[in-house]
């Protein structure tokens, strides 16, 4: 399975934008692109996915590179709340999510 | 609400007991998962399951056994030959296992065999 890199830590100040890199340059051109975030001591919970266009939706936008080998989560507006792990996923199918240790942001009040 | 729920959110266990973590989802999906996860690690699949009745195994099933005897449940039991059974798990649901699917997660339950 292709697999993702992400950094291990960002800082965004509050009310900012949040911009979260993601490379996989051996996605697969059926892997979809999937974003998750974890809040301590909590189950992940579901940001957004694509496969080719950039998606917008309540929480968040992926951007996606025309050659799909990276993409972009961006929080429009940090919140205290938004400090959490993110992880980006390449999908071969929920039964196969593979969570690396993703980006973990710290939110500055 | 539709959601999925694990309990307890805390256990505790003396080291070689079996144990068993209940999941429960209204949410009527035919998928179900487990995974574990490890202090700052990212999380593993053990078990998942397409359809009632039948589970297959992720890469880490050794030392768990699950069953799916209704499409709202899928439990998983730690057993005593599971060498390092404290953690972190999570249970997962899906409507499918395909690539355009996304997962919903419980709260977890945090396992400690003392």
């Known amino acids: 399975d292709a697999k993702t890199t992400q950094p291990n830590s960002m800082e965004s100040n509050e009310e900012e934008p949040v911009h979260l890199p993601c490379n996989h340059s051996?996605?697969?051109?059926?892997?979809?692109i999937h974003w998750y975030r974890q809040l301590p001591s909590q189950g992940p919970e579901y940001v957004i996915h694509g496969l080719t266009s950039n998606v917008n939706n309540r929480m968040a936008s992926l951007a996606i590179a025309e050659d799909r080998k990276s993409s972009t989560l961006i929080l429009h507006r940090a919140t205290l709340r938004d400090a959490a792990v993110y992880y980006c996923?390449?999908?071969?199918?929920?039964?196969?999510?593979?969570f690396g240790t993703g980006t973990r942001l710290t939110v500055i009040p | 609400d539709g959601g999925i729920t694990q309990s307890p959110k805390y256990l505790f266990r003396k080291e070689g007991q079996n144990v068993t973590l209940s999941c429960e989802q209204n949410?009527?999906?035919?998928?179900m998962y487990w995974y574990r996860q490890d202090p700052g690690q990212g999380l593993r699949l053990i078990y998942y399951?397409?359809?009632?009745?039948?589970?297959q195994k992720g890469d880490i099933a050794e030392g768990y056994s699950v069953s799916r005897e209704k499409k709202e449940s899928f439990p998983l039991t730690v057993t005593s030959a599971q060498k390092n059974p404290t953690a972190f798990y999570l249970c997962?649901?899906?409507?499918?296992?395909?690539?355009?699917?996304?997962?919903?997660f419980g709260q977890g339950t945090r396992l400690t065999v003392v």
């Open positions: 399951s397409q359809i009632v009745n039948d589970f």
């Open positions: 997962a649901s899906s409507i499918l296992t395909g690539r355009n699917t996304e997962a919903f």
């Open positions: 051996t996605i697969s051109g059926t892997d979809y």
């Open positions: 996923i390449l999908t071969a199918g929920a039964n196969n999510l593979f």
């Open positions: 949410l009527n999906h035919d998928a």
